[in-house]
């Protein structure tokens, strides 16, 4: 199933949510020349529809060709149980509810690959689909101003950096993790960070309510508890 809808209409319920596999973000073209290339064929297909969809098929069909084609070699994808552990920490990292999140990105990197003639998964397959698996899963927080995609990215690098030092899962012990129970990984969150000292100031409660809110919004985990 396919869907659109606009966002500015009202938001879909996270548990409805939670069922698409894949979202993105749709915004208008800014490029000048793809603009202009978009009304000529918008205004080719009113003229005549039968002629555009003729003048498109060779295109369309090299397209269908592909696909047909990575539908058949799926199935000879492989992705490494390290990868699939990446995910995994990714996901409990961001605070995503279920394993939805986890399954859909394991089989987009696979598609992915399949699709590209490839057969090994590797973590920049991952990073390339990750976004579009889990931006609309995340808890929205209307005082966030980090988007949902860039706390996707972060969580990713983040994973990928701990690896990258050795520490933590698998080996246990490293950067804040911990070893759970069947090997899996247990990531504990850091504490937020302490407010910076401030100059003494004089005390009004507007003053207070600035104070308390500045710390506030400085001391708050990027991703949703």
């Given at each position: 199933?396919i869907?659109?809808?606009n966002?500015?209409?009202?938001?879909?319920?996270?548990?409805?949510l939670?069922?698409?596999?894949?979202?993105?973000?749709?915004?208008?073209?800014?490029?000048?020349?793809?603009?202009?290339?978009?009304?000529?064929?918008?205004?080719?297909y009113?003229?005549?529809?039968?002629?555009?969809?003729?003048?498109?098929e060779a295109?369309?069909a090299?397209?269908?060709?592909?696909l047909?084609?990575?539908?058949?070699?799926?199935?000879?994808?492989?992705?490494?149980?390290?990868?699939?552990l990446?995910?995994s920490?990714?996901c409990?990292?961001?605070g995503?509810?279920?394993?939805?999140?986890?399954?859909?990105?394991?089989?987009?990197?696979?598609?992915?690959?399949a699709?590209?003639?490839?057969?090994e998964?590797?973590?920049?397959?991952?990073?390339?689909v990750?976004?579009?698996?889990?931006?609309?899963?995340?808890?929205?927080?209307v005082l966030?101003e980090?988007d949902?995609?860039?706390?996707?990215?972060?969580?990713?690098?983040?994973?990928?950096?701990?690896?990258?030092r050795?520490?933590?899962?698998?080996?246990?012990?490293?950067?804040?993790?911990?070893?759970?129970?069947?090997?899996?990984?247990?990531?504990?969150?850091?504490?937020?960070?302490t407010?910076?000292?401030?100059?003494?100031?004089?005390y009004?409660?507007?003053?207070?309510?600035?104070?308390?809110?500045?710390?506030?919004?400085?001391?708050?985990?990027?991703?949703?508890?």
């Amino acid at each position: 199933m396919i869907g659109s809808g606009n966002a500015a209409e009202g938001e879909l319920r996270p548990q409805l949510l939670d069922r698409f596999g894949l979202s993105v973000d749709v915004r208008t073209m800014a490029d000048v020349a793809d603009r202009a290339t978009m009304v000529r064929d918008r205004l080719a297909y009113e003229t005549n529809p039968t002629a555009f969809a003729a003048g498109c098929e060779a295109e369309q069909a090299e397209l269908r060709g592909k696909l047909v084609a990575a539908t058949a070699a799926l199935k000879a994808v492989h992705m490494s149980p390290e990868v699939r552990l990446h995910i995994s920490e990714m996901c409990s990292l961001l605070g995503i509810d279920g394993i939805r999140g986890d399954i859909t990105v394991n089989r987009a990197a696979r598609a992915l690959v399949a699709l590209e003639g490839r057969e090994e998964v590797t973590t920049a397959d991952v990073a390339r689909v990750a976004g579009m698996c889990l931006n609309h899963r995340l808890r929205k927080d209307v005082l966030d101003e980090i988007d949902t995609g860039t706390k996707v990215a972060l969580a990713w690098r983040r994973v990928r950096r701990r690896r990258d030092r050795g520490g933590g899962c698998p080996g246990g012990g490293g950067d804040g993790e911990r070893r759970g129970e069947e090997g899996v990984c247990d990531i504990a969150r850091p504490a937020p960070a302490t407010a910076r000292p401030r100059r003494t100031r004089l005390y009004t409660p507007k003053n207070a309510f600035y104070a308390t809110t500045k710390t506030f919004l400085e001391t708050r985990p990027f991703v949703a508890a």
